[in-house]
């Protein structure tokens, strides 16, 4: 497109009294050529607004660069439309909110971050979007239990078609072996009958809902709006063209033969929570003996929080094994009932049941168990310490124990296989894979493996922080206990709030629009296959499983999978891919335009890279709060610091510049990076960086990675500030001024 651009300064919220706008004015009439550079004292009001529209209409502007606020604040009031390009400088919160008013370095800061949005705003271009063919917007659900049920009705009730596949010839899932289900509705203090059946009826009668039961998933092939799913149902084929998918296969209980120390498997009237339901189904509660249960002993955590066998906590342990006292009581009020626990959790209304049990005579004991033996008549006697008194305890024979067994999500049952071509000796720059397990869910046609990335427990999930129900592979979202430990009522919860990402997903992928968090942005990666090395490091390293490849190794993008990071980008080494508005050139330029002063000037330059997810909120937060930090910084957002690519620190080295921070999201288990792996690649190429350094003759302590959260803002100051120091220490890059 010709541009012609116009930049507007605002010269409120303390802009216009701690800069010199006249100057600033300059570098864009003057130095970039700009035809239209006005200032307003308000271009978030009504009137500032109407001047930019004016312009639009009138003199033909298409590019505008506001240089005022953050661009995390206001972007609904500056949207023009699809048809104009737009970028921010940040004026306020980068600069005069942190920085000494009418000083020197604070205009200097203020007239290059102006530089660099010119720069940025010459290169980039209108995106155009991903139009996909035969797109659809269906939802598949896998599994028939309570949550796939849930997922499958509300998309249907939303106007959205749903497909449920369920391998078992019924649907219901777990809740067909329950007795009774945790409380559901007021007053909450005792169980319920099951309404599966009913829930399972109103699904059946949806006319936008098809069921196929006994039925698996051969293949997933495709991408978000054009999955093309092979189903297999007695001997027959049958295939569905798929916007998106929910993955709600469940959890089954631990495996309680690993309990010896329990004394599963050891005496028979050691028994599971599971079959404690089959045994109250069948009208009386007597032990696998035959004999009437009188003492009952409710075993929590049995393998749940433990090192040697499940780590996590698994919800809704507590609350199944109070309902089940229940049981016990209501056909032998004077039966006893001891409930041994780490610690009870019974969140939200439960609290109603957990009382219930303790008025009824529960006796809780907060205990380790130390050993189970049987007697000459079955009974069992539990050894346990209090770990309140440190006490030990010793109970006299009890009929039956019962063990609270956790949740296995089903993505960590099957065989454990790692993707081969993750292991590339081509692949140097990246971790060299991850392991997957076949679990025959959902046998995607994927590159990059057949099931779904799990988090270290197994569970299907991808960002537990900021987006739940999401997985690592965009258009398949999780929901129920396969994506976390969770009782029925947060499983309808969770299959409701599935339902609506993959109705949104369907909508923006029809819109050829990224996914979170990048909504709303229709470029998508372009590749310049003439270059192409075939090294494959695009799709190794793409955590989304964005990139396929033909047989030749080259690769074939699924722009409707990709989350537009940019870490393809910064993976390839010929630098052959780009966005219509991302792109190293772009980043490359936006370098060049900062100024460095000379040497004897003693002002030094720091580019920050930083990631657009928490370390541009970071900084702009240390700016709302008015923390001041070194002027020396020069800030240039990336969407993810595995999109850089090295040649940026080469190109900011030979600029004169005297160091680089990268600042990016903490990655790990902790804290998740918002494009799963992009911190992790950035810390591992940077590891490699000291080669391009050594061959500018410049110290490898020039560049720093930082990896901060959106709350570690306060830390800004002396992040900064540390390793201005230290650039002070190693003295002025020699690169300056030539």
Same mark, same amino acid.
């Given at each position: 497109?010709d &541009?012609k651009t116009g930049?507007y ?17 300059k570098?864009?009439t003057?130095?970039?050529?700009v035809p ?9 009001g009504?009137?500032g607004?109407?001047?930019?529209k004016s ?16 661009s ?5 009031v ?6 104009i390009l737009l970028?921010?400088?940040n ?15 604070t205009?200097? +800061? ?10 940025k705003?010459?290169?980039?271009q ?7 063919e035969?797109?659809v917007?269906?939802?598949l659900?896998?599994g028939g239990?309570?949550s ?7 998309s ?5 078609k749903s497909v ?5 010839p019924?649907?219901? $899932?777990?809740?067909?072996s ?7 509705k007021?007053?909450y ?9 009913e829930?399972?009826?109103e ?5 936008? /809902?098809?069921?196929y ?8 092939a495709g991408?978000p $709006?054009?999955f093309?799913?092979?189903i297999?149902?007695?001997? *027959? ?8 998918v929910?993955?709600?296969t ?11 120390n ?8 050691v028994i #599971?929570g ?7 189904k &069948? ?5 696998p003996?035959?004999?009437e ?16 066998h ?5 919800a809704?342990c507590?609350?199944?094994s109070? &309902?089940?006292a229940?049981?016990?009581k ?5 039966a ?6 780490k ?7 439960y609290e109603?049941?957990?009382k219930? /049990?303790?008025?009824d ?9 130390? $050993?189970? #033996?049987?007697?000459d008549?079955k ?14 305890? #010793?109970?006299?024979g009890?009929?039956m ?13 099957g065989?454990n296989i790692?993707?081969p071509?993750? $292991? ?7 971790? &060299?894979g ?5 679990s025959?869910?959902?046998?995607l046609a ?5 099931e +779904?990335?799990?988090l270290?427990?197994?569970f ?24 976390m430990p969770?009782d029925a009522?947060?499983?309808?919860e969770?299959a409701?709030?599935?339902?609506? *990402? ?11 629009s ?6 709303g ?9 003439s270059?192409?090395?075939?090294? *494959? ?11 396929n ?14 989350r537009?990071?940019?870490?393809c980008m910064?993976?390839?080494p ?8 991302y792109? /190293?050139p +772009? ?5 060049k ?5 000379d ?6 330059r720091?580019?920050?890279?930083a990631?657009e ?6 900084i702009?937060m ?5 923390l001041k930090y070194?002027?020396? /910084?020069?800030?240039?957002p990336?969407r993810c ?5 090295i ?10 510049i ?15 990076c ?6 992790e690649?950035a ?24 990896q901060?959260?959106?709350?570690d803002y ?11 120091a ?8 020699p690169? *300056?001024?030539m």
């Amino acid at each position: 497109m010709d &541009k012609k651009t116009g930049v507007y300064i605002c010269t409120g919220c303390g802009i216009g009294e701690s800069l010199d706008i006249g100057s600033l004015s300059k570098v864009a009439t003057k130095e970039s050529k700009v035809p239209v550079c006005k200032t307003h004292a308000f271009y978030c009001g009504a009137e500032g607004i109407a001047e930019i529209k004016s312009d639009i209409e009138n003199e033909g502007v298409n590019t505008i660069v506001i240089a005022a606020c953050s661009s995390r604040v206001n972007y609904d009031v500056f949207e023009f439309g699809p048809s104009i390009l737009l970028e921010r400088a940040n004026l306020r919160e980068q600069i005069i909110w942190c920085h000494p008013a009418n000083d020197e370095d604070t205009q200097m +800061m203020a007239e290059d971050s102006l530089r660099m949005s010119l720069a940025k705003a010459k290169h980039i271009q209108l995106p155009e979007s991903f139009q996909g063919e035969n797109m659809v917007k269906t939802i598949l659900v896998v599994g028939g239990g309570l949550s796939g049920i849930t997922a499958a009705l509300e998309s249907a009730k939303a106007g959205y078609k749903s497909v449920l596949v369920e391998k078992s010839p019924v649907l219901g $899932g777990w809740m067909n072996s329950l007795y009774k289900q945790a409380p559901l509705k007021s007053p909450y203090d005792g169980p319920e009958d099951v309404d599966i059946a009913e829930r399972i009826k109103e699904l059946e009668a949806h006319a936008d /809902v098809t069921v196929y039961v006994g039925a698996e998933i051969k293949e997933i092939a495709g991408a978000p $709006g054009m999955f093309d799913v092979t189903i297999s149902q007695d001997g *027959k084929t049958i295939t569905e063209r798929i916007g998106s998918v929910i993955l709600a296969t469940g959890a089954v209980p631990y495996d309680a033969t690993k309990l010896e120390n329990l004394g599963y498997g050891k005496y028979e009237n050691v028994i #599971t929570g599971q079959t404690m339901e089959e045994l109250a189904k &069948k009208g009386k509660i007597v032990r696998p003996d035959g004999k009437e249960v009188q003492t009952i002993a409710f075993i929590q955590c049995a393998g749940s929080r433990d090192q040697e066998h499940l780590s996590y906590c698994s919800a809704e342990c507590c609350v199944e094994s109070l &309902k089940q006292a229940t049981y016990l009581k209501e056909q032998n009020p004077e039966a006893s009932v001891y409930v041994f626990y780490k610690d009870i959790r019974t969140p939200g209304q439960y609290e109603r049941l957990y009382k219930r /049990v303790q008025k009824d005579g529960g006796i809780f004991v907060r205990g380790e168990i130390s $050993g189970i #033996t049987e007697d000459d008549e079955k009974n069992l006697i539990i050894e346990a310490v209090d770990v309140l008194t440190g006490s030990s305890i #010793t109970t006299e024979g009890v009929d039956m124990v019962v063990l609270a067994t956790g949740m296995v999500p089903t993505t960590a049952l099957g065989e454990n296989i790692v993707v081969p071509a993750e $292991g590339d000796e081509s692949n140097d720059e990246g971790p &060299k894979g991850e392991d997957i397990l076949r679990s025959n869910l959902l046998n995607l046609a994927y590159r990059q493996g057949p099931e +779904m990335p799990t988090l270290k427990y197994g569970f299907a999930d991808s960002h537990f922080i900021c987006f739940p129900y999401e997985t690592r592979r965009t258009g398949i979202y999780a929901a129920g206990s396969v994506r976390m430990p969770m009782d029925a009522a947060s499983s309808i919860e969770d299959a409701t709030g599935a339902a609506m *990402k993959a109705i949104q997903c369907t909508e923006l992928s029809a819109l050829g629009s990224a996914l979170h968090p990048r909504v709303g942005d229709l470029s998508f990666p372009d590749f310049a296959m003439s270059r192409c090395t075939q090294c *494959k490091r695009c799709t190794v390293e793409c955590p989304f499983g964005a990139i396929n490849e033909d047989d030749k190794f080259n690769p074939l993008p699924n722009p409707t999978r990709c989350r537009r990071c940019g870490i393809c980008m910064g993976a390839c080494p010929e630098r052959i891919i780009s966005f219509k508005n991302y792109a /190293v050139p +772009m980043i490359g330029n936006m370098i060049k335009a900062i100024e460095v002063p000379d040497e004897d000037e003693e002002k030094p330059r720091i580019v920050i890279f930083a990631c657009e997810n928490d370390a541009i909120p970071a900084i702009d937060m240390a700016g709302i709060n008015h923390l001041k930090y070194n002027s020396w /910084v020069r800030v240039i957002p990336v969407r993810c610091l595995g999109s850089m690519n090295i040649v940026w620190i080469a190109d900011t080295m030979s600029q004169g510049i005297d160091g680089i921070l990268l600042l990016g999201c903490k990655h790990g288990d902790d804290y998740q990076c918002h494009f799963i792996k992009g911190s992790e690649l950035a810390e591992t190429r940077l590891s490699k960086v000291s080669e391009t350094l050594n061959r500018l003759d410049l110290e490898s302590d020039r560049v720093r990675m930082e990896q901060i959260s959106i709350m570690d803002y306060d830390k800004i100051p002396a992040i900064l500030d540390g390793f201005a120091a230290r650039l002070e220490e190693l003295g002025p890059n020699p690169y *300056k001024g030539m």
